[in-house]
């Protein structure tokens, strides 16, 4: 057993008998690895890396550690709003992956299986329930969500709110993507600031809210232009750096932070060589810790990945100019919201723009939107000439999943795509 495994089952344990103590040895893991990660960075990875795995270190310390400062969130929340408000956001899928990454998720679904939840729920979410009943998670400053993306966030929000007895905000995105569904969603953004402030006891000024939304179009200017100049460059990466990529674009959104990463991440793009052997674009989540997908993509000098659809959506170019309708812009017109078509037409055009051999839909357990489009998604890209592989598996608890057939499935698209492109270059 690891020393890492050992930290998370003791974790684990004492969430069970003495949450406050389970969570000061938390805090002391997660500060040591802060202290690590400033000490002895990853020289594998590029700059922006290592500085965004720093910083989401740091924000999750931060709402652990002040969490009268801390808001729970669904990760389509707009994080622009909770930065001009100066609250720590922490989403379902973030605070989930650290505890997986810890190794105490295990306490934490068996918790939530006590308490009735089904097994056929996103593991993000159960783990996020079970580390919050056992009371391992404190009581945040309040609660914002949407129905956006995730079903489970219509149960697992709600629940909390209740159990933590907190002010919580709902946010109803339209499933139609058009003018209308814009202005509808803006009005319940100046709502949500309103609710902010009541909350917080703190005015939030407009010119606060337009320099958020200023600074995240800055972060979407310069990811674009990384993106136009990834078919010739590729930095070196892990499946963890382009997990942290989605927390930037979601929980950092308008944050100089974001701006600081995609300046970074531009500048690492330009350097980069362009790499040899394969190039695929990915969909969807990270599974971060499935060691045959850690094994076939960290620090390969022969398998790049050149984008991420949920990247490359959280940093989408806003057109609107007002501040509030800017935002419900990015949320109406979100790949995930609404049909598949556009999840499709997206994946397409990264794909071309990259000039990708191909693409990984990754179907996590227990997400309907993605497993349900998954075959439409993979028949539409090959039809446009863009091999693809539905990789099923469980991005927080990786124990739900067989190496051997993640190892066997991948590896045999591997050698599917290296066989393209042998037959392209005769």
């Not at 750096?241 to 989605?246: G, H, K, P, S």
């Not at 979601?250 to 190039?279: C, F, I, Q, R, W």
Request: proline share 4%.
């Amino acid at each position: 057993m690891s020393i890492t495994d050992k930290f998370g089952s003791a974790v684990g344990n004492m969430s069970l008998e003495n949450s406050e103590k389970a969570r000061k040895l938390l805090l002391t893991g997660y500060r040591l690895q802060e202290k690590r990660l400033l000490i002895f960075p990853d020289r594998g990875l590029p700059a922006s890396g290592q500085y965004a795995a720093r910083l989401v270190m740091q924000r999750i310390i931060q709402a652990l550690e002040k969490p009268e400062s801390a808001a729970m969130v669904s990760i389509f929340v707009p994080g622009e709003l909770l930065t001009a408000a100066g609250l720590t956001p922490y989403s379902v899928e973030a605070l989930s992956c650290f505890m997986a990454g810890t190794k105490c998720e295990q306490t934490f679904l068996r918790k939530t299986e006590e308490e009735g939840f089904p097994e056929t729920m996103c593991s993000y979410h159960r783990v996020f329930l079970g580390a919050a009943l056992t009371g391992l998670l404190p009581k945040p400053k309040c609660m914002v969500y949407t129905n956006l993306a995730c079903d489970g966030n219509m149960m697992t929000f709600p629940y909390l709110k209740e159990t933590y007895d907190i002010p919580g905000f709902y946010i109803d995105v339209p499933y139609e993507k058009n003018k209308d569904s814009v202005v509808y969603v803006a009005e319940q953004l100046r709502e949500l600031k309103h609710f902010l402030e009541e909350v917080t006891g703190k005015n939030i000024s407009e010119e606060a809210v337009q320099q958020a939304v200023a600074n995240s179009r800055k972060a979407s200017s310069n990811y674009q232009q990384q993106l136009t100049l990834r078919k010739d460059h590729d930095p070196v990466t892990t499946i963890t750096n382009e997990l942290y990529a989605i927390f930037m674009c979601h929980l950092l959104a308008g944050s100089e932070a974001s701006v600081k990463y995609t300046e970074m991440l531009l500048n690492d793009v330009k350097k980069a060589p362009k790499g040899e052997g394969l190039h695929v674009i990915w969909m969807h989540i990270m599974p971060f810790l499935q060691a045959p997908v850690k094994e076939i993509f960290n620090y390969s000098t022969k398998m790049h990945i050149r984008a991420c659809d949920f990247v490359a959506d959280g940093f989408q170019e806003m057109h609107e100019e007002d501040p509030y309708e800017a935002l419900a812009e990015k949320m109406v017109y979100s790949i995930y919201n609404g049909s598949v078509s556009q999840r499709i037409q997206v994946a397409e055009k990264l794909a071309r723009e990259t000039e990708a051999d191909g693409g990984i839909l990754f179907a996590h357990w227990g997400c309907k939107g993605t497993i349900g489009a998954s075959s439409l998604i993979k028949s539409s890209l090959e039809k446009a000439g863009i091999p693809t592989m539905i990789l099923d598996g469980d991005g927080c608890n990786p124990a739900n999943t067989s190496d051997g057939q993640v190892s066997t499935r991948l590896q045999a698209f591997v050698e599917m795509l290296e066989e393209g492109k042998e037959e392209k270059e005769l």
